[in-house]
Each structure stands twice: as structure tokens, then as C-alpha cells.
């Protein structure tokens, strides 16, 4: 910035062109007048006359400076004035940046960038170090002071990360390199973080600290789960008006594009930030589709909730004998499932044929021995359906029950009964879960116990079928592939005439799991490993933008870091573990920053009264009435030669 | 401007209005102005007494003055002086340029043209003359005058550069007024005083020329063109060429008054700026030498 007196310009190099005006004034002058147009009779004598010397005629002195003021306001404009520009920073000191490179940065990134960039030229040119400290949770080490000018090359190729701004947990040993006297710039993305107030306090011990608070408002998106899923929009904005959600996703052509949009439900306000809920009403046709949400023009990966299998309804048919009358509702099998399964799926009932139709993702039989026979059922298991069964008595009085097909195991005729009123042992418990199938993590609870189940026939590969059992090691779920879809067999019943399983919270959990295993989106390729996997590997990673980019280079992330959300090493993105895919996204609560002892730059502009707008309006109006004279101009000299 | 017959005949008597002093001022010319029939200078139909000339085979015994011939042998017969009264004819240019006016105040070339000839009209049905727009017939009385003002006034404007007078209604004997501009092509006008002469008919050039047309004032940069917009001409410095204009235009005035004399008419100019009488007094004095 140059200063001159109490005035401040931005730019000052485009003051050059003053140094035009004169040249200005001479074309200007030289300008020839517009020729008149006259009628006259005598105008044959003229012919074939020439010109003896073309003169040019003169403007007049007034218009002329007229338009000399007028270019000069222009130029003046352009070059920013500031009027008593406040002093840039606080002190002369080292310049340390500290600068927030999360994914609530991205907005406003290269706005960012360039205040940085001017900040470090500044300290360039009166010869300071600096240092950058990028609180993307990847810094380590002291900071290193370094000439300003090599800074501006790594700045260029900052990019925000694609998860929560993050600072080094010890900011002593961080700034153990940094001298006394900071003049300490904060690019702060408007968000509170963990240790930001550790920071700000060593900070403001080491110098004078000026904060630079985003341009605008910051977003986050997140997914609420539960029954009805829905998404929750947090913004720092105290407005009334919100940004729409975008639905993106693929389109029956096959090509991504908005499919639906969505509209923030009223605002709650809390702690200075205004949380709406955008219900995701929509059919679950086109819900399956959606690969990502996004709120509508805020670039940034915590604006973006991606899809994953958590979203997407299944539909699950369910075949049983219903025929039990009004009385006997809490007998019926179908009434647990129904009970289960409604709240997340979409549930088809009907007979075989009926279901088939509407190619349903999951079907589920309650005690039907003989169904399996049908061929059109293993067409569609084959096809990657998973089909679910329940035994019953009814299977258990079956003769044909060794030849039933679409079992994953085969069963034993005659059930067990092991807690019975005939029965000498007790009512087994369920064993806890392995952690690697598909139930894994799932809490048994200590009542839940089984009274009768079917057998199945040892086997070699009885084990390996096996994904969840009872305390004394028989088998209580099976499971086997069968083509590219997936067979499951409860050795109990679906009511709580064999087990209370029916009647506990598990029951639930264990369908959702089974049911959220099955493919919406059938892949062509079979799958290749069917257990629960201690790792997720990511499948498609965002940046802090928000965009897409390639998931090649990244590397599996263990289940635990996982868990913790994004962080580095994990960014926002799509993972892949076994047979399930799990959205990791960025959004979540947000708070805004407090800072306290620190000097806020308001905007990235310098403050000062600028002048800018003033002298363009200025050199508007004296444009103006360049125009209203020399239409007065024209105007007379027409009147006196007409 | 509104134009009606009316209204150029009030104006024409308000410029007429300043010609009795004038007329009073000149008595010969007055006098000689009033008898209106003029005698030819050889026997023919008429009032006055001629000759008397011995009768030939062919007389009737009717046209035989018995008095003259009891004086002596022969039979003579009693002739008369010839007597026609004099026509004049007037012609206006009706050329598009003729519409011009250098401003508002001053009064189109047309119009000052229509005045004069109107004037003169009415001085000269007074005078007993026998009066007509070019290739009408010549009638005399005062109500002529408004017969030639009303043709004048409904007469519509060409819009052509050029009109020439119509060489066909030249009648030998005939006294021709002639007002242009004549800043058109000068042939026709060459050619038209050429037959002019070669009938004996005499007359007069009035150039009606606005102030503008004579004085030039333009500077800098003008477009020219012609009324009727035909001719153009462009320069980026008017005022370098007022006096090859000018000088233009003397050659074009020493042109036709050089065909003037030739032809034995006379040649005159006149600017709207100026007062009708002058030019009016001019005619009159033309016509009556």
C-alpha cells in the first residue's frame, strides 16, 4: 500500500496512468468535430472542389477538462484510495501465519490465499521472516522461520483438507523456533477447534496477534440417522433464509445430475449457530439414486453428505402363512418381522409370485418349507438377491426337510428343544458376536434366549456358515452365497413361540445389519469377501472442496480411526469395507470461534474509509455531463448553421 | 409556411404598395406605361391613322377612303398603324432548390420569386399589358392577377435540382421575365435565350440567390447537399472554399449575363435579404428601356 498523507492506495502502480492525461489532453484536442450536415442549392457549384487545408476544430477548454477530470477520477478509482488506511497488522515483528486449512476454509480459499500473499510480501519487503503454521493436523515439529518470499510458492499450492481444521497439540514446543515479537496473522475459518484457545492464549503471550474472520457464513451438512432419515444443515448465518440441499446422483441415463432438491425445514438457533433439519422426503426409488447431498453454492467438503448404504431403503418382501385371525397377532411370525423392518425398509407382503415382481431387494420366509422349489426364487437369488428364512414347526414337521433347497445349510429333521417343559437342559443364550461377521460390534443382551431351534447336519463347512450361534456352539444364523446373492437362515422362529429373540432390541439390529448387507445395486462382479473387514478402504475421497478426486493413493484406514470421523490419513469419503459402504463425511456441530485479546480484521479489506466507489460514481457523473455538453454543443452549432 | 392565393396577393400589393411613389417619381415611365396598346410601326388593325395608299386589285370598295380619293383621280385607301398591346410572360423556377431559405426570418427563394412576379403582374395589368405565366394564354385586367397568383401558389415544387423555362411557349413579340436561381445546369438556360433571340423575343434573367448563397459563411467540417439531396459534396474545411465558391459564382453570373446581352436581354440579381421594391424597381426599368 502506498500512503500519501492521510491517503492510502491499494494498487498503487495503476496511478501510472496519470501520468497519460496530458498526452490524453493533446488527442483529445486534436479530436475532429463531427461534420455537419447541410442542405444547400448551391452545392454543384462545388463539385470537384478540394479541401485546401483540413483544420481540425477545437474542443472547448471546458469540455475538455471535463473529460480529463472525468479519466483521472477513473484512475484514481482504480488504484483504490483509502482514506486514513488503519496500519496494516499490528507490529513489525516476525510474521507468523497461522492458517486454518480445514474443510471450513474452502469457500472463501483463495481470498484467504491472497491475504496471506499480501501479507507476505509485505514482510518481504521490510525483510522479516515468516513462518506458515497449516492447521490441517499434518504439522509437526517446531515451526520454521524462513525469508517470507519462499513461503508464497507453498501457499499457492495449499489446498483445504477434507476434514476439521486441526492444530498441534502443544503449541510450546511448535513455536520453539519462533522469536520474540510475533506479528502473528490468523486466517481463521470462522469455526472453534480443539486447542484454538491454547493457541490464541501462547500466541498473544509471543506477540500481537490480528485475526482475519472468514467472508461469510460457514455450512456443514450432516446425516441424522434414524428411522426417517433426514439431514441437518448448521450454519453460523443468523438469517432467515437458507441454501437449498441438492440431491445429486445418477439418472436413469446414466448421466449425475441434480435430482431432487430439498428444502431446510424452520431454523433453531443455538450458540450463535442456526440449525435446520432438511427432511429427505422423497420416493425411495429415487432415493436409491442419490450419491451425494450438497448445499446449493457453499464449495466445501463439510457441505457435502454423501450416501452410503445407511441411506438407501430396501425393499424386503415378506412371504408367511398371515392367516392367523385378529386375536392371534402377536402369534404370527410376519407381525415381529413387520414390526423390524418397517421403520427403515419398504416392505412388500404378497404371495411368491406377486413379490418376484416388484424385484424386491430382500425377501424374507417365515416358516414356508417347499417354496424353495420355486425356480423363479433361485433365479433371483442367484441374481444377487438375499433371501432370509425363519424355520418354524412347520419346517420341522416337514418329511422332505434334508432335500429342501435354498438352505445354506442342510437341517435335520425333528427340531431340538432345549428349554421346553419336556426338556432337561435350559434355554440357551447367544454367544457374543465374532468380530469379524457381520453382526460384529452388536451387544447380546443377557436375556435373550432360545428355547428350540433346528439342527443342522455337521458339515465341513458348518463353521464357516456360521455367523452368529448359541452358547453351546450350535448354530443360530447361517448363511452361504448362492451365485451372486446371499442365503440366511434363522434356526429359530420370527415370533416368540421358540425364542424371545424376536421380542429383544437385537432382533432389530441383527435385520438391519442383514438387511443393509443386501445390494440395492447389484454389481456385476461377484463379491469377493463376505466378512466383516477390520479395515475400510476408501472407494472415492473428497477434498476440502468438496470435489471429487481420485482414492487411489489412499490407504486403507483401520476400523478405530474409522470410527473417530475424518481426520488425516482419513479424509471425507466413500469406504468400502466387505460388503458394506460407509460414508465418512466432514459436516458436523460446528461453534463459532471466540476471541478474546485478539485484534479482528474486519473483512479482508483494509479498513479506512475507501474512496473507490465515491470517485468511479464521480467520474460517472462527470461523464454525464460531457455527454449533456456536447449535446449542447452539437445541438447549437446546428441551430446556427441550419 | 402556409401558402394561399390570398395571402400572396396581400403581400404582393403591400410590395406593390411602395411602387407609386416610384411610379410618380418616374412620369415618363408611368406615362408611357399607361397607353398599353402599342403600335407596331406599320399598317395593320388598329385606331390611329397610318397612310394613305392608292388602292390595288383587292381592295374592297368598302376600305376606299372616298374622301381622300374626291381629292384627286386615283382611289385611295385609308390605312390604319397596326396596334397590339404588349404580353408579357413570367416565368418561375420550380426547382427543389428554389425552397431554400438561410433562416427562418428570411423568406424562401420561391417565395420572393412569386412575390416579385405577382408585383410586377399587377403593374402591368394595371398598365393595360397582358400578362401570363409561361405557356398561358396572356389576358389582360385585374383578374389576371389572381388567376397567375393562385396558379402560382398551387403550383407544386419538383423535386429535381433543374427546371428549365418551356421553350415552346416562346411567341415572337413576347416580353419574357425569367426568375431562377440559376445555380442548376446553365444549358437549357443558353439554349432556352439562344431560340429567345432567334424570335426576336426579349426579356429578362432575375437570379433570386439567398444571402447564404452568396456570402458562404460556412467553417470546419460540413456535408453539401443538394436540396433535392441528388449532388453532394463533402469537405472537412468549409471555409477553405468560400472563395473558389465565390469565384464559381461569378463565372456562373458572367456566363448568363454574357448570353444576356448576346440575346439582347438583360441580366439582374437579387437577394432575399434585400427589399423586393429594389429589384422590382430594377424590372420595371428593364422592361420599360
Not at chain 1, 422349489?373 to 444377487?384: C, F, I, N, T
Not at chain 2, 423555362?165 to 443558353?190: H, K, M, N, S, T
Request: avoid cysteine.
Amino acid at each position: 500500500m502506498l500512503l500519501l498523507g492521510p491517503l492510502g492506495f491499494l494498487t498503487p502502480w495503476i496511478l501510472i496512468g496519470l501520468a497519460a492525461l496530458p498526452v490524453l489532453w493533446l488527442i483529445l484536442r486534436a479530436m475532429p468535430p463531427t461534420p455537419k450536415l447541410v442542405r444547400f442549392p448551391g452545392t454543384r457549384l462545388l463539385l470537384g472542389l478540394r479541401d485546401p487545408h483540413p483544420v481540425a476544430r477545437h474542443t472547448p477548454w471546458w469540455l475538455l477538462l471535463l473529460r480529463v477530470l472525468a479519466i483521472g477520477a477513473l484512475i484514481l478509482g482504480a488504484a483504490g484510495p483509502v482514506w486514513k488506511p488503519s496500519p496494516e497488522g499490528a507490529g513489525q515483528g516476525p510474521l507468523l501465519i497461522v492458517m486454518d486449512a480445514g474443510w471450513a476454509a474452502a469457500p472463501d480459499w483463495p481470498q484467504r490465499q491472497a491475504r496471506v500473499l499480501r501479507a507476505l510480501s509485505r514482510a518481504e519487503a521490510e525483510g522479516q521472516p515468516a513462518a506458515m503454521l497449516i492447521a490441517d493436523g499434518r504439522a509437526e515439529g517446531a515451526l520454521p522461520f524462513q525469508p517470507a518470499g519462499e513461503l508464497a510458492g507453498p501457499l499457492r499450492a495449499l489446498r483445504p483438507a477434507a476434514w476439521e481444521t486441526r492444530y498441534p497439540p502443544d503449541p510450546e514446543a511448535a513455536l520453539a523456533a519462533a522469536p520474540s515479537g510475533l506479528s502473528v496473522l490468523w486466517l481463521s475459518d470462522g469455526l472453534d477447534h480443539p486447542d484454538q484457545a491454547k493457541w490464541l492464549a501462547a500466541l498473544t503471550a509471543r506477540g500481537n496477534v490480528t485475526v482475519v474472520p472468514p467472508e461469510g457464513p460457514r455450512r456443514a451438512l450432516e446425516l441424522v440417522p434414524g428411522d426417517q432419515p433426514a439431514l441437518r444443515l448448521r450454519t453460523t448465518a443468523s438469517g432467515a433464509d437458507a441454501p437449498d440441499v441438492l440431491a445429486i446422483g445418477v439418472d436413469p441415463q446414466g448421466t449425475p445430475r441434480e435430482l431432487a432438491r430439498l428444502s431446510p425445514a424452520d431454523p433453531v438457533a443455538e450458540d450463535g449457530v442456526t440449525t435446520r433439519l432438511v427432511p429427505i422426503t422423497l420416493p425411495s426409488e429415487l432415493r436409491n439414486r442419490i450419491t451425494r447431498f450438497e448445499v446449493e453454492g457453499n464449495a466445501s467438503a463439510g457441505a457435502v453428505v454423501l450416501a452410503d448404504d445407511s441411506l438407501r431403503r430396501r425393499k424386503v418382501a415378506l412371504i408367511g402363512d398371515d392367516r392367523a385371525s385378529e386375536g392371534q397377532r402377536l402369534l404370527s411370525p410376519l407381525h415381529y418381522l413387520r414390526r423390524a423392518l418397517a421403520p427403515t425398509t419398504d416392505l412388500i407382503e404378497g404371495g411368491l409370485g406377486d413379490v418376484l415382481l416388484a424385484t424386491p431387494d430382500v425377501i424374507v420366509l417365515a416358516d414356508q418349507p417347499g417354496l424353495g422349489e420355486a425356480p423363479a426364487l433361485r433365479d433371483w437369488v442367484e441374481q444377487g438377491g438375499l433371501l432370509i428364512r425363519f424355520v418354524g414347526p412347520r419346517m420341522a414337521a416337514s418329511e422332505r426337510l434334508s432335500d429342501e433347497p435354498l438352505l445354506p445349510v442342510r437341517l435335520r429333521a425333528g427340531g431340538r428343544d432345549v428349554g421346553g417343559a419336556l426338556a432337561w437342559g435350559e434355554p440357551r443364550g447367544i454367544e457374543p458376536f465374532a468380530p469379524d461377521g457381520p453382526f460384529a460390534g452388536l451387544e447380546v443382551p443377557g436375556d435373550a434366549t432360545v428355547r428350540a431351534q433346528l439342527l443342522a447336519e455337521p458339515a465341513p463347512d458348518l463353521a464357516s456358515r456360521t455367523i452368529a450361534r448359541l452358547t453351546d456352539g450350535t448354530p443360530l444364523v447361517t448363511r452361504a452365497s448362492l451365485g451372486q446373492g446371499q442365503l440366511v437362515l434363522f434356526h429359530t422362529t420370527a415370533n416368540a413361540e421358540w425364542s424371545n429373540l424376536a421380542i429383544s432390541g437385537l432382533f432389530v439390529e441383527m435385520l438391519d445389519r442383514l438387511v443393509r448387507s443386501a445390494r440395492v445395486n447389484r454389481p456385476a462382479a461377484p463379491e469377493t469377501d463376505q466378512a466383516e473387514q477390520p479395515f475400510w478402504t476408501p472407494e472415492l475421497v473428497l477434498d476440502g472442496f468438496g470435489r471429487v478426486t481420485e482414492a487411489e493413493a489412499s490407504a486403507p484406514v483401520a476400523a478405530a480411526d474409522f470410527a473417530r470421523g475424518p481426520a488425516p490419513g482419513a479424509p471425507a469419503g466413500l469406504y468400502r469395507g466387505g460388503e458394506r459402504l460407509k460414508a465418512l463425511n466432514a459436516g458436523g456441530p460446528i461453534r463459532p470461534a471466540n476471541w478474546h485479546g485478539a485484534r479482528i480484521e474486519r473483512g479482508t479489506e483494509t479498513p479506512g474509509l475507501a474512496l473507490r466507489g465515491w470517485l468511479i460514481a464521480l467520474a460517472a457523473a462527470l461523464f454525464a455531463l460531457d455527454a449533456l455538453g456536447s449535446a449542447w454543443l452539437a445541438r447549437g452549432r446546428q441551430r446556427a448553421l441550419a | 409556411m402556409s401558402r394561399s392565393a390570398g395571402q400572396l396577393r396581400a403581400r404582393a400589393e403591400a410590395a406593390t404598395a411602395a411602387l407609386p411613389a416610384l411610379m410618380l417619381s418616374a412620369e415618363r415611365l408611368a406615362a408611357a406605361l399607361v397607353p398599353g396598346a402599342h403600335g407596331q410601326r406599320r399598317a395593320g388593325t388598329g385606331e390611329d391613322f397610318w397612310q394613305y395608299r392608292p388602292a390595288t386589285t383587292g381592295d374592297t370598295a368598302r376600305s376606299i377612303d372616298w374622301r381622300r380619293s374626291a381629292r384627286s383621280d386615283a382611289q385611295f385607301v385609308r390605312d390604319r398603324e397596326a396596334q397590339v398591346a404588349q404580353s408579357a410572360a413570367i416565368w418561375i423556377s420550380a426547382a427543389a432548390g428554389m425552397d431554400y431559405a438561410g433562416s427562418a426570418e428570411r423568406q424562401t427563394k420561391r417565395d420572393r420569386a412569386e412575390l416579385l412576379a405577382l408585383s410586377l403582374t399587377m403593374a402591368l395589368l394595371s398598365g393595360g399589358e397582358r400578362v401570363a405565366l409561361a405557356g398561358q394564354p396572356p389576358r389582360p385586367g385585374r383578374l389576371q392577377a389572381d388567376r397567375i397568383a393562385e396558379t402560382l401558389v398551387t403550383r407544386p415544387t419538383l423535386d429535381r435540382d433543374d427546371d428549365a423555362p418551356p421553350v415552346e411557349a416562346l411567341r415572337p413579340g413576347q416580353r419574357v421575365i425569367l426568375f431562377d436561381d440559376f445555380l442548376g445546369d446553365p444549358q437549357p438556360v443558353l439554349d432556352y435565350l439562344a431560340r429567345a433571340s432567334g424570335l426576336g423575343v426579349q426579356g429578362v434573367l432575375m437570379q433570386v440567390l439567398d444571402p447564404n448563397e452568396e456570402a458562404f459563411p460556412w467553417r470546419g467540417a460540413v456535408l453539401f447537399r443538394s436540396a433535392s439531396g441528388a449532388i453532394g459534396h463533402d469537405t472537412r474545411d468549409a471555409a477553405g472554399l468560400r472563395s473558389a465558391y465565390l469565384a464559381r459564382l461569378a463565372e456562373r453570373r458572367e456566363t448568363l449575363s454574357q448570353a444576356a446581352r448576346t440575346a439582347g436581354w438583360h441580366f439582374g440579381t437579387h437577394d432575399t435579404g434585400a427589399a423586393p421594391a429594389q429589384a422590382l424597381l430594377w424590372l420595371w426599368s428593364v422592361l420599360e428601356g
